[in-house]
């Protein structure tokens, strides 16, 4: 994307003649995400799409971090969009192409009709983490 | 069919799991936050643990109303509005939405999420 950056910083181009829907923000302990994956492993479907799964089954020492940071990003852009009793809506409807840098995320279903209803235009998602806790901070923009 | 003794007993283990809280910290008027410490992934948690031991289904946002807080329709001056309650009232049938009606103040809408809210919605599943 032009107006965001190889280090993944926003421009403000981003912005230009944009007006803000709505901002989301969370935060989550790593060792909750942790114990649920571990928990839930036979749901984890519903909660994130293969492909993320696939970035959380890596067995490096990140992967906790990367599935918080997973788990808080979608939180986020739910927050973001607004995300009431939209009922339907899936955890899926959302994929977290980039756990590291701001980026875009593949939006889809029934989110991708309800943004449509709201002329939510783009959305925006950024995490960051540390060993204990994951936040991450979206922007939907009309 | 479970009785509303055994629905209760099933729910508290499913608490005592996903939360590690002690079995004797979960009573029926226990709030999930306030009282037991529940947080985002641990509602996630609570609702997969509640599907499996009692084999329903629990649609996203069908046991927890999800954001509410963020509708400007819903909230006004910190307090849920009419609508809102009236939206609570139709779609969140378990919640003891009455009380909070007294005082609607966003402040006091976690209190609505108890043990024996959860008891209420299984059993209206069960039946």
């Known amino acids: 994307m032009a107006d965001i950056d190889a280090a993944g910083s926003c421009h403000d181009s981003v912005l230009a003649g944009r007006r803000v829907y709505g901002i989301g923000v969370d935060v989550i302990e790593i060792v909750r995400i942790n114990r649920f994956v571990k928990n839930h492993s036979s749901m984890l479907q519903r909660v994130f799409t293969a492909s993320e799964r696939n970035l959380i089954s890596n067995p490096a020492k990140t992967s906790a971090q990367l599935s918080s940071r997973i788990f808080a990003m979608k939180e986020a852009i739910l927050k973001a969009c607004r995300i009431g009793w939209q009922e339907g809506v899936s955890w899926n409807d959302v994929e977290i192409t980039d756990c590291i840098h701001c980026h875009e995320p593949l939006l889809t279903g029934k989110l991708s009709l309800y943004m449509k209803s709201k002329r939510i235009c783009r959305v925006l998602v950024v995490s960051s983490a540390n060993n204990l806790y994951a936040v991450a901070q979206a922007i939907a923009l009309m | ?127």
Not at chain 2, 4 to 25: I, P
Not at chain 2, 49 to 62: A, D, Q
Not at chain 2, 86 to 111: C, G, S, T, Y
């Open chain 2, 1 to 127: 069919m479970l009785t509303k003794d055994e629905v209760y007993s099933k729910v508290t283990d499913c608490l005592v799991e996903a939360l590690g809280v002690d079995e004797d910290e979960v009573s029926p008027e226990s709030t999930l936050t306030g009282d037991l410490g529940a947080e985002s992934i641990d509602f996630l948690d609570i609702v997969f643990r509640l599907e499996k031991s009692f084999s329903i289904k629990i649609p996203r946002g069908g046991l927890f109303p999800e954001n509410i807080l963020s509708n400007p329709e819903f909230v006004k001056d910190g307090r849920v509005t009419e609508k809102g309650l009236q939206e609570l009232r139709d779609k969140m049938p378990h919640l003891d939405i009455d009380k909070f009606a007294n005082e609607p103040n966003v402040n006091n809408f976690a209190d609505l999420f108890t043990v024996d809210m959860l008891v209420n919605y299984v059993s209206t599943k069960l039946n």
